[in-house]
C-alpha cells in the first residue's frame, strides 16, 4: 500500500525526528548511533549509506513528504543540514497550493 503525504506540519525539527525513525525502522541504525548524527557531518558519512541504503531514504523521503529531487538537485546535498533545508523548503512551496 502506498503511504499518503502526511498531512502534518513539517519543520526542520520535525524532519527530522521522520528521517531518525526511517534511519532506525528502514535502515537498521542503532539508536546510540542515531544520537551520534552530526547535521553538518557528510550526509552519507553521517547515516552510514550505502548505495542501497540512499535509495531506501530517497524512496522515504518522497513518500513521506512527497517530494521528488533531481539528480542535480542531489547533487547539491552535501550534508543532514542541507538535506533538512532542501525538504523544508520543497514541503513549504508544495503547500502553498
Given at each position: 500500500?502506498?503511504?499518503?503525504?502526511?498531512?502534518?506540519?513539517?519543520?526542520?525539527?520535525?524532519?527530522?525526528?521522520?528521517?531518525?525513525?526511517?534511519?532506525?525502522?528502514?535502515?537498521?541504525?542503532?539508536?546510540?548511533?542515531?544520537?551520534?548524527i552530526d547535521p553538518d557531518a557528510p550526509l552519507v558519512e553521517a547515516l552510514q549509506?550505502?548505495?542501497?541504503?540512499?535509495?531506501?531514504?530517497?524512496?522515504?523521503?518522497?513518500?513521506?513528504?512527497?517530494?521528488?529531487?533531481?539528480?542535480?538537485?542531489?547533487?547539491?546535498?552535501?550534508?543532514?543540514?542541507?538535506?533538512?533545508?532542501?525538504?523544508?523548503?520543497?514541503?513549504?512551496?508544495?503547500?502553498?497550493a
Open positions: 500500500m502506498m503511504h499518503e503525504p502526511q498531512l502534518t506540519k513539517w519543520s526542520q525539527e520535525t524532519i527530522l525526528e521522520r528521517l531518525k525513525q526511517v534511519a532506525r525502522e528502514e535502515l537498521n541504525m542503532t539508536p546510540d548511533k542515531i544520537a551520534a549509506l550505502d548505495s542501497l541504503a540512499q535509495v531506501v531514504l530517497m524512496s522515504n523521503i518522497e513518500q513521506d513528504f512527497g517530494c521528488v529531487f533531481e539528480p542535480e538537485e542531489l547533487q547539491q546535498i552535501r550534508t543532514l543540514r542541507d538535506l533538512l533545508a532542501m525538504i523544508s523548503t520543497r514541503v513549504s512551496e508544495g503547500t502553498r
